[in-house]
């Protein structure tokens, strides 16, 4: 009998094997950053707590937190400290309240006796009116974290963060709004075997836009930021690398990878939007569909962390091998895959669409109006089913981003 499942509710009730108790703040509420509390593998804070634009309700957060018992916490020191990534840039908060707002980690470790998993930005130049503020709390950091990081936020040319992580004594790397993603598999499913694979021999020399170092150091330190393990044979998982120019050498890296694991495709051809052609060869191949993950949707940094994160959980031998039912580890891969083409959709059509012909703020009528030019788009068919997208969501009020409504149609039981 055909049944209809929402995406973003979950596809199965189950149980799983990942460890229970695991509580997660994310960087704000945009899609990237609050997704893993979609994925019921974590407990999020309420979404009210979150306020898009305005940022995060601080005393909420904090009363939140205190009556979280749990075995490890993953959490964005930007949002229990200024509010967001946004807000990181221009509160004029002190440098001693800063520090003060942190002693909320150490009365949750306290109580709970468990550990902390963190990460804090390095800002975006020039947006950050009070950068020395924000590296000083940086350059605090080290005691008291089962593993603390510091990605850089878009280090365009002249950008000084390259420089400044290097004075920092914690790990420091590209990226930003895909870190959560990247911690929560370092805590949950460490030591993953990875190979790199790039669709050219040379292509890890080059430095990619938005990160400042070459890109095969960026891999080095992502893999090191999840726990997991660069290997050149034997892998449990293939992150394959596009960075664009041809999709059908694209689409032989990745067959060459799934000779030899479950493949992850990070697709950095282009910022924020990826590579519609080779997506359209994957699909019409009926490679996507069997994908451990993908993901296009920001920089480059962003999208090598959350295809090696999901992929890291999702692919369906490393998740059961992590004891979990395989229709739930069918369900996680299937809806991760279906946010992923959902967002390269939004990045290649709908974004160009909407800007063209609605100012921003955007308005829930701007949303319809954009839902109706993109529901009639192709979408594929997955393992569980066919892809229905049911509404969209400007969370931001802005056209960068767009939060989807989607449903998997069964076509059978699994």
């Known amino acids: 009998m055909r049944t209809l499942v929402a995406g973003l509710m979950g596809l199965f009730t189950v149980a799983w094997a ?42 909420a957060l904090s009363s939140w937190l205190r009556e979280q018992p749990g075995q490890t916490l993953i959490a964005s020191l930007d949002a229990l400290v200024y ?12 440098p001693e309240d800063a520090l003060r707002r942190l002693e909320e980690l150490s009365r949750w470790r306290a109580g709970s006796g468990g550990q902390v998993l963190a990460f804090g930005v390095i800002p975006r130049y020039p947006d950050a009116r009070y950068r020395e503020r924000n590296l000083a709390l940086l350059r605090s950091l080290g005691d008291g974290f089962a593993y603390i990081e510091a990605p850089w936020d878009d280090a365009l040319l002249g950008s000084p963060a390259v420089a400044e ?6 790990p420091t790397r590209p990226g930003a709004d895909e870190a959560g993603q990247v911690l929560l598999l370092r805590a949950l499913n460490p030591g993953v075997r990875v190979r790199v694979l790039y669709d050219y021999p040379l292509a890890g020399q080059q430095i990619t836009h938005y990160e400042g170092i070459p890109l095969h150091e960026t891999i080095a ?83 090598l962390g959350a295809a090696l994160a999901q992929g890291g959980l999702f692919s369906i031998p490393l998740c059961q091998q992590a004891g979990n039912p395989g229709a739930a580890c069918e369900a996680w891969r ?24 609605f100012p921003e703020p955007l308005t829930e009528e701007a949303a319809r109006y954009v839902f109706e030019r993109l529901k009639s788009e192709p ?3 997955f393992v569980l089913g066919q892809l229905q997208p049911m509404g969209l969501k400007f969370p931001w009020r802005r056209s960068f981003e767009a939060e989807w409504q989607y449903r998997l149609e069964f076509t059978q039981q699994r």
Request: proline share 8%.
């Open 379 to 381: 979408t594929p068919r």
């Open 334 to 357: 299937t809806r991760a895959l279906a946010q992923a083409y959902l967002e390269v959709l939004w990045g290649e059509i709908g974004r160009p669409w909407v800007r063209a012909r």
């Open 18 to 59: 990942y460890p229970a108790g695991v509580l997660y703040i994310p960087l704000d509420d945009r899609p990237p950053n609050w997704s893993p509390c979609t994925w019921q593998l974590v407990r999020c804070p309420p979404r009210a707590v979150y306020q898009g634009r305005e940022g995060v309700n601080l005393p």
């Open 83 to 94: 509010g967001g990534l946004v807000q990181s840039r221009t509160s004029s908060l002190e």
């Open 221 to 303: 330190r992502l893999l090191a930021s999840a726990g997991a393990v660069a290997v050149e044979s034997r892998p449990d998982l293939v992150l394959a690398v596009y960075t664009g120019g041809d999709p059908r050498r694209g689409v032989l890296t990745v067959m060459q990878g799934l000779r030899e694991a479950p493949v992850a495709v990070a697709d950095i051809a282009r910022v924020n939007r990826g590579d519609a052609s080779l997506l359209q060869y994957l699909v019409a191949l009926d490679i996507y569909r069997d994908l451990a993950a993908y993901a296009a949707w920001g920089t480059p940094g962003n999208n």
């Open 165 to 170: 992580a290097a004075t920092l004594s914690i």
